[in-house]
Antibody, heavy 117, light 107 residues
Framework: QVQLQESGPGLVKPSETLSLTCTVS????????WNWIRQPAGKGLEWIGR???????NYNSSLKSRVTMSVDTSKNQFSLKLSSVTAADTAVYYC???????????WGQGTTVTVSS | DIQMTQSPSSLSASVGDRVTITCRAS??????LAWYQQKPGKVPKLLIY???TLHSGVPSRFSGSGSGTDFTLTISSLQPEDVASYYC?????????FGQGTRLEIK
């Protein structure tokens, strides 16, 4: 079955860029939306944005100026870059597969990113 | 952007109780409503999509209903393993939005 795995630095300095990658295994990256969601400790889920396998993107309007997402179909990976991070960006970051047909049915295990000097 | 509002924000019930959580969209979203369960320290799991379709492997005590702006998640007989936070989500188009969550505890 399809599995997702996030990877990237667990610690990022303030004002720098957070970079995460999600690797898709057990299936193709084609024909789905690939989402990033985050969750600060003790708080709810926040959708960051999504990238389609074709490369088209949609972002949360509150983060749009700082977010870039991309997809690498040759590696079955998609990525998130969040620039100019602050402590407010400290959270568990999840990647998830999505489709209009069935919402977000497969999630990665999540990776904790701490913004601190 | 469409806002999703859940109620209650927390809930305590006894094993065997029927539990209902509601979710209201600020605009109509047809049936593009999903429910997720997140147990403490765990990854969110899809329970229901298309407002009422049970995701594979989800126990039948979970059910969903609604269309347009008002939706409901029901647990017909609460079990100890149902202790979790529950989130609704509208997913038909971007931006995707989640409700603020409902924390469910056992009395």
């Amino acid at each position: 079955q399809v599995q997702l795995q996030e990877s990237g630095p667990g610690l990022v300095k303030p004002s720098e860029t957070l970079s995460l990658t999600c690797t898709v295994s057990g299936g193709s990256i084609s024909s789905y939306y690939w989402n990033w969601i985050r969750q600060p400790a003790g708080k709810g889920l926040e959708w960051i944005g999504r990238v389609y396998f074709s490369g088209s993107t949609n972002y949360n309007s509150s983060l749009k100026s700082r977010v870039t997402m991309s997809v690498d179909t040759s590696k079955n990976q998609f990525s998130l870059k969040l620039s100019s991070v602050t402590a407010a960006d400290t959270a568990v970051y999840y990647c998830a597969r999505g489709a209009v047909a069935h919402a977000m049915d497969v999630w990665g295990q999540g990776t904790t990113v701490t913004v601190s000097s | 952007d469409i806002q999703m509002t859940q109620s209650p924000s927390s809930l305590s019930a006894s094993v065997g109780d029927r539990v209902t959580i509601t979710c209201r969209a600020s605009q109509g979203i047809s049936n593009y409503l999903a429910w997720y369960q997140q147990k403490p320290g765990k990854v969110p799991k899809l329970l229901i999509y298309a407002a009422s379709t049970l995701h594979s492997g989800v126990p039948s005590r979970f059910s969903g209903s609604g269309s347009g702006t008002d939706f409901t998640l029901t647990i017909s007989s609460l079990q100890p393993e149902d202790v979790a936070s529950y989130y609704c989500q509208k997913y038909n188009s971007a931006p995707i939005t989640f409700g603020q969550g409902t924390r469910l505890e056992i009395k």
